[in-house]
């Protein structure tokens, strides 16, 4: 019995199926080749941009690598690395008899770079060196908080933590000694940028007179001759990291800046206490607004104590203006000492009492000036009428 199902069956090919497909084709070939071509087309515009675009990245890299490279390290290194300006120590302000009025006194700005000591170092002096800074620095932050602080920016990648920002040089050196800190800048760690703090040992004695200088404002002696105090500012080489702070390359300064230099007064400090001192007890007993004392010592002219005191509240003086030299005030009878002491200087006048007007002091003595010393009298009055001469004098001349 012959299966009906087997007599219809194709024989297989040896061929491959692709070849017979195309022999089967026939005359529709010229179409099955245009039909391919576009289908092959199509798929190339769906992946070409991002065969462009791929090309044009590895292109670029490889040209920023080779050809470009230099040239942008070059322009990323001036970007992070620059001058930055040392200010020159500022020259000191004396006293005739040497005391110091005004100085810059040194003080450092003392940061750490967590991530600069290797992780062995770290972990080992971490503890130690956070008891150190809570004993030595702000005692209000615990040795635990400390050590937190420390990880943490360590683990944050931080480069620049401020630890304190008012070290003294002797407090600078002990701070080196410390775990962690001893094993170098560049293994330990720690930065030290120094600045200069100008004060007055005295506090407000003569503070208007020693005055200060601003980038908007100068005042007094150290406004007036700040070309002389401020000396030339040096360079160094810093680098930007990150949190925008400024670390330097290295110890050295490219310009060593140029110290200013010393301004001696004649102001006495003694004269000067004395002159504030008594100022004050009389602005106070009469309420005044403000007040000024010139002390000049005669012989030579020189001014020797200049007080200027205003009103601040009930009984408070502070020194903030110069009223004995930035206002102008009529200077009433306390410019007959002047006038007359250059009467007597140039023979104009005498300390000779006349006898008639003594005998006239004399005579009101008994009845209406009872009290009074004939001869002061008689001399007051002789030297009120040589000003008064000497004044109309001048206004003749006018």
């Given at each position: 019995?012959?299966?009906?199902?087997?007599?219809?069956?194709?024989?297989?090919?040896?061929?491959?199926?692709?070849?017979?497909?195309w022999r089967f084709a026939g005359p529709h070939r010229p179409k099955v080749v245009l039909a391919a071509t576009f289908s092959v087309l199509n798929k190339a515009f769906d992946v070409a941009p991002e065969l462009l675009i791929g090309a044009a990245v590895v292109f670029r890299a490889v040209q920023i690598q080779t050809v470009d490279g230099e040239r942008y390290r070059s322009k990323a290194d001036s970007l992070?690395?620059?001058?930055?300006?040392?200010?020159?120590d500022r020259g000191n302000i004396y006293s005739r008899s040497?005391?110091?009025?005004?100085a810059s006194f040194p003080y450092f700005r003392v940061a750490v770079d967590p991530g600069c000591a290797g992780e062995g170092d770290f972990h080992a002096h971490v503890d130690s060196l956070a008891w150190y800074l809570a004993r030595h620095t702000d005692k209000d932050r615990s040795a635990a908080a400390w050590r937190r602080l420390l990880i943490d920016a360590r683990r944050d990648g931080k480069r620049y933590l401020v630890l304190d920002g008012k070290v003294t040089y002797p407090e600078l050196q002990r701070m080196r000694r410390w775990p962690l800190f001893r094993l170098g800048r560049y293994r330990g760690g720690l930065i030290a940028e120094p600045y200069n703090r100008r004060e007055t040992p005295y506090g407000?004695?003569?503070?208007?007179?020693?005055?200060?200088?601003?980038?908007?404002?100068?005042?007094?002696?150290?406004?007036?001759?700040?070309?002389?105090?401020?000396g030339q500012n040096g360079k160094r080489l810093v680098r930007r990291i990150a949190g925008g702070h400024l670390l330097p390359v290295n110890d050295q300064y490219e310009i060593e800046p140029v110290d200013g230099r010393d301004v001696v007064t004649t102001l006495d400090v003694g004269i000067q206490d004395v002159a504030e001192t008594a100022l004050e007890e009389r602005l106070v007993y009469h309420n005044a607004k403000y007040g000024s004392a010139i002390v000049m010592e005669v012989k030579t002219g020189a001014i020797v104590a200049?007080?200027?005191?205003?009103?601040?509240?009930?009984?408070?003086?502070?020194?903030q203006y110069n009223y004995a030299i930035g206002d102008r005030t009529e200077p009433g009878s306390t410019f007959k000492l002047a006038s007359v002491l250059a009467l007597f200087e140039d023979g104009f006048d005498d300390l000779e009492a006349p006898v008639d007007l003594t005998a006239k002091y004399r005579r009101k003595a008994a009845t209406a000036l009872?009290?009074?010393?004939?001869?002061?009298?008689?001399?007051?009055?002789?030297?009120?009428?040589?000003?008064?001469r000497v004044l109309a004098t001048l206004d003749e001349l006018e």
């Open positions: 019995m012959v299966d009906a199902a087997a007599s219809h069956t194709v024989p297989l090919s040896d061929t491959p199926p692709l070849r017979d497909l992070q690395i620059r001058y930055q300006t040392i200010e020159a040497g005391n110091l009025l005004a407000q004695l003569a503070h208007r007179t020693i005055g200060y200088k601003t980038d908007e404002v100068s005042v007094g002696i150290e406004g007036r001759h700040n070309a002389v105090l401020s200049i007080a200027n005191l205003k009103r601040v509240g009930p009984g408070e003086y502070l020194e009872a009290g009074v010393d004939p001869v002061y009298a008689a001399m007051v009055e002789k030297t009120d009428d040589s000003l008064g």
